[in-house]
């Protein structure tokens, strides 16, 4: 089974969607349709958007981050099966001269927030299957909490991005500054 083929784009639009909300601000960059025809543009999928997609999207949104969030690998198996009952799933073959014989697990007349949901979970059907949850994390810093995809070789990423860490690294740094001359600080008091 080709895990990678069918884990790999869906799982990155999961990433983008969940990312398209700053849950450490007011910041969501799909209020309106325009917003949603934008997120689709910009991530290169081709179906086209219509106005009941967007509640359909912004909730799947929700569901995928949590499935990010958790180590918890009965829950987000869980999470991910609920997915795959809610937007039909179902693996059907198709054969194209593109492509050959390939796997469609969205069904054939749909929406743009069903394909997306099929799609994704789906994907993430194959990802957990292959690797667990262990790969999939929301960014440990507590001024991003963006979802990623760890790619690193030993898997043990905690941040989104090199700057998350580096920013990270600076405050814990500056913390451990802070306690050094508090502790020094009180040393040097005054006896009652
Ligand atoms: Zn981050």
Redesign the pocket.
């Known amino acids: 089974m080709r895990f990678d083929y069918y884990a790999g784009e869906p799982v990155t639009y999961a990433v983008h969607l969940v990312n398209t909300r700053d849950s450490t601000s007011d910041r969501d960059d799909l209020r309106t349709l325009p917003d949603l025809q934008r997120f689709v543009t910009e991530v290169g999928i081709q179906v086209a958007p219509e106005a009941h997609d967007l509640r359909v999207v912004r909730n799947l949104r929700d569901d995928l981050r949590a499935i990010f969030a958790t180590d918890d690998l009965g829950l987000g198996m869980g999470l991910v099966n609920r997915l795959l009952v809610q937007f039909n799933s179902a693996p059907r073959l198709v054969n194209d001269a593109e492509l050959g014989i390939h796997i469609h697990f969205e069904p054939v007349h749909l929406s743009l927030g069903h394909w997306l949901g099929a799609i994704t979970a789906a994907g993430l059907m194959f990802h957990v299957c292959d690797q667990g949850l262990d790969r999939l994390g929301i ?1 440990a ?1 507590d001024k ?1 909490k ?1 979802a990623f995809i760890d790619t690193t070789k030993n898997g043990r990423k905690f ?3 090199p700057r ?1 860490s580096h920013r990270a690294s600076v405050e814990a740094f500056r913390l451990r500054q802070n306690e050094g001359n508090s502790s020094r600080g009180h040393q040097h008091q005054p006896r009652a």
Request: proline share 0%; hydrophobic share 0%; with cysteine.
């Open positions: 960014c810093s991003c963006r941040y989104c991005s998350c």
